[in-house]
């Protein structure tokens, strides 16, 4: 599996992120990151006048008071103070703002990338579909939108920093205009210097998003396998591609976290330089007085936490980047196989018959055509039984009349009236599709009846387990109410297949399509089946794909298919 994407350009990446976030809170988290910077300047401003109303006897105090008038402190203790335990109160409460409105936003990107990649995925066409590797977009929908939402929290958390920054740079300029361009002049070349660091940490990223995707891809096969897995004794393969997964996540993870330590100490050094040199030519050089001087130490003993931060929260945006650039290339990928936008208008059942005319479906990278100039058409009403080889083109033939595909060439004809690109979606809500492996969820009958007809009330899901054979259901301890387990495990593979028919019987389809329901089945179970399916005779439309047995040999008419085309149609007296 190609899991590496081309990565989006910064400012392509941040784009889509503030599409996600509406102005107005991204106007209310920056204007809480302001007032926030301002309050750390303001807090380290009040030393000056502080230390001067506590050291007033000094020769400096002329000076100190120079300075808190120019900011407009007062300059007694008492009142500066007061201001200093105001100023906490109000810093407090911005942090908590701040912090409820940066999880917010956090939510509301990762919310927003998944509703959208997940529309993306059910509004593709369905070839297209066939394409994805469900691992990639299962690590895409989950793992890799959770780690976008971490990047914009860290993105928040960068714009709050290099705000204080400005604060703080804007402070020491109020103190010592000389001393805080020195300052930021040192601080840009340390930062430039992290360059090599934040690519690397980008690789990093990537290469945890292409483990995190193997990871994915493994647990899902396994679970998919499990029997086999059991059957063949490969626990221990199994185990040991997990093991090499995991090394290969550990790398990773190592490397990130190496990177990390290794920048946050050149930068406590670097810093440490600056701070030396600084301090010296304040002392040495530009004869800063010393009640300037200290809190000019304790800004930049402030800062350089604040410069960490900046590197922090930057690297770890470059880590996540990767995962956002991959969110977004699936989801662009499945945009641009979007089927048309369904029409507003209702489509009429069908009252005489449901066709295939002239029929064509290629797929990319094949040779042959799936199917060729099919002519098939199912009387409104009838059974068909659809038969061949694998590979004959049945499921194709299946999936162009439930509405799923559409034919390269031909149409789908609904009483010789052709279905529109975009009426194929109100096509398939009047077909109900039972396919070989009964898809049923971890919850109750009657939730997983309803799934295909919420509103339906318990004498209606009674009826049409009545007539799926499926009345075993009924007498259950817990009846309807009883618990199927992960994929209908608690029940026979018979008893799921019933409740699966059952459910679609529940949507009173135009056309059910029955793709090979009964080949896993026992014979008494088959049996079941087939004399539900001809209980339907009349009610609704039939197509059953599949092999001999008695659900195809009662059917009214066999077709049989061979390389994509129809080669031989028998009615049932016929083949009889």
Do not use: C
């Not at 990565?7 to 920056?30: N, Y």
């Not at 980008?202 to 995707?213: H, I, K």
């Not at 048309?340 to 797929?363: E, F, K, Q």
């Not at 059952?502 to 399509?513: Q, T, V």
């Amino acid at each position: 599996m190609t899991v590496a994407m081309a990565a989006s350009p910064p400012e392509s990446r941040l784009g889509e992120l503030l599409q996600l976030v509406s102005w107005r809170r991204i106007a209310s988290m920056v204007s809480i990151a302001a007032l926030l910077a301002a309050s750390e300047g303001v807090g380290i401003l009040l030393l000056v006048p502080m230390l001067g109303a506590i050291n007033s006897g000094e020769q400096t105090g002329g000076a100190i008071a120079e300075v808190a008038h120019r900011v407009g402190l007062p300059s007694e203790l008492a009142p500066l103070l007061g201001l200093f335990v105001a100023l906490i109160a109000v810093r407090s409460a911005l942090q908590v703002a701040r912090q409820t409105q940066a999880a917010r936003i956090e939510r509301r990107v990762s919310e927003g990338l998944r509703r959208r990649a997940l529309a993306a995925l059910l509004g593709a066409e369905w070839r297209a579909l066939g394409d994805e590797r469900r691992a990639e977009a299962q690590n895409a929908l989950i793992g890799d939108i959770d780690r976008v939402g971490f990047a914009a929290h860290e993105l928040a958390a960068l714009a709050a920093a290099l705000l204080a920054l400005g604060a703080a740079f804007a402070a020491a300029l109020l103190l010592s205009p000389a001393i805080a361009l020195a300052a930021l002049v040192g601080g840009a070349a340390v930062m430039l210097g992290y360059g090599a660091l934040r690519r690397r940490a980008n690789r990093l990223g990537q290469s945890l998003s292409e483990v995190y995707a193997r990871l994915h891809e493994l647990v899902g096969d396994t679970f998919a396998a499990l029997r086999l897995v059991k059957s063949f004794a490969a626990a221990g393969r199994s185990e040991a591609a997990l093991a090499g997964i995991e090394r290969e996540l550990t790398a990773s993870r190592l490397g990130y976290q190496r990177s990390a330590a290794l920048g946050q100490a050149a930068l406590q050094l670097g810093a440490a330089t600056l701070l030396a040199v600084g301090v010296w030519l304040a002392v040495a050089r530009w004869q800063v007085p010393s009640l300037t001087l200290l809190p000019l130490i304790a800004l930049f003993a402030r800062v350089v936490p604040l410069i960490g931060a900046v590197q922090q929260h930057w690297q770890n945006w470059a880590s996540a980047a990767p995962a956002l650039d991959n969110v977004l290339t699936l989801t662009r990928r499945l945009e641009a196989a979007a089927e048309p936008s369904a029409a507003s208008t209702t489509l009429a059942p069908p009252r005489r018959t449901i066709a295939l005319a002239g029929a064509t479906v290629r797929y990319p990278g094949r040779d042959a055509a799936a199917i060729e100039d099919v002519d098939l058409t199912l009387a409104v009403g009838s059974s068909t039984a659809l038969v061949g080889p694998s590979g004959a083109g049945k499921s194709t033939i299946a999936d162009l009349l439930g509405g799923l595909l559409a034919p390269d060439n031909g149409a789908l004809l609904l009483d010789d009236r052709a279905i529109a690109p975009d009426e194929r979606a109100a096509w398939r809500g009047q077909v109900a599709y039972v396919q070989q492996e009964p898809v049923l969820f971890h919850a109750s009958v009657r939730e997983n009846l309803r799934w295909a007809a919420p509103e339906a009330s318990d004498e209606r899901i009674a009826a049409a387990l009545r007539d799926a054979s499926a009345e075993f259901v009924l007498a259950l301890p817990d009846g309807l109410d009883s618990e199927v387990g992960d994929a209908g495990r608690r029940l026979s593979g018979g008893e799921r297949q019933r409740i699966v028919l059952a459910r679609a019987l529940l949507r009173d389809p135009a056309l059910l399509i029955l793709d090979e329901p009964t080949s896993a089945l026992d014979p008494a179970n088959e049996v079941a089946i087939a004399a539900a399916v001809a209980w339907l005779k009349g009610r609704m439309t039939v197509l059953i794909v599949g092999h001999r047995g008695p659900l195809t040999e009662g059917a009214d008419q066999i077709v049989r298919m061979g390389e994509g085309r129809v080669v031989e149609r028998r009615a049932r007296a016929a083949a009889a």
